[in-house]
């Protein structure tokens, strides 16, 4: 089997796999939220990394006909969704080459810019699983290791 080549194009909000945690695409890329896929909600992106594609084939949708390949994560094999050959409607000609990534099969994880580490966005994409973690205590700086500032207040 050799290596797996994963792509991260990177970004401060970027979406995953949501079974393997695999980079997927971010949102400079996402182009439409009001999409609907088979499973409900789904997202339009310009450029999706980290995916296999399965053969062309027709199907026929609330815009009409179109020409699309299913989409499978490259690393756990999961379908989140189809990418987009050929429009037969001239108006939909605007979907071609973009992906549709089924919102259940993603998450969201947004950078926090402060702290410099990765959250995941609860309240819309995903599941947060556990709290985030509590800042390191301020370490003492100051000459004087008997007393802190704190224990001034306790000195008569």
Not at 38 to 54: D, H, P, Y
Not at 66 to 86: A, Q, S
Not at 121 to 141: I, K, Q, R
Request: glycine residues 6%; negative net charge.
């Amino acid at each position: 089997m050799g290596r797996l080549f994963i792509e991260d194009f990177g970004g401060d909000e970027t979406f995953e796999c949501r079974n393997c945690k695999i980079f997927l695409s971010n949102r400079h890329e996402l182009v439409s939220e009001t999409f609907r896929g088979a499973t409900g909600t789904a997202f339009l992106f310009n450029k999706v990394a980290n995916i296999r594609t399965g053969d062309m084939h027709e199907r026929n949708m609330m815009t009409g006909k179109h020409f699309i390949r299913d989409v499978f994560c490259k690393k756990c094999e999961t379908k989140l969704g189809w990418m987009y050959e050929f429009a037969v409607d001239e108006e939909q000609r605007y979907k071609e080459g973009k992906t549709i990534l089924e919102r259940k099969y993603i998450t969201e994880t947004i950078l926090n810019k402060k702290a410099g580490s990765k959250e995941d966005n609860a309240s819309e994409y995903a599941d947060l699983s556990s709290p985030s973690p509590s800042p390191p205590p301020a370490e003492d700086d100051d000459d004087d290791d008997d007393v802190d500032a704190d224990d001034d207040a306790n000195l008569v």
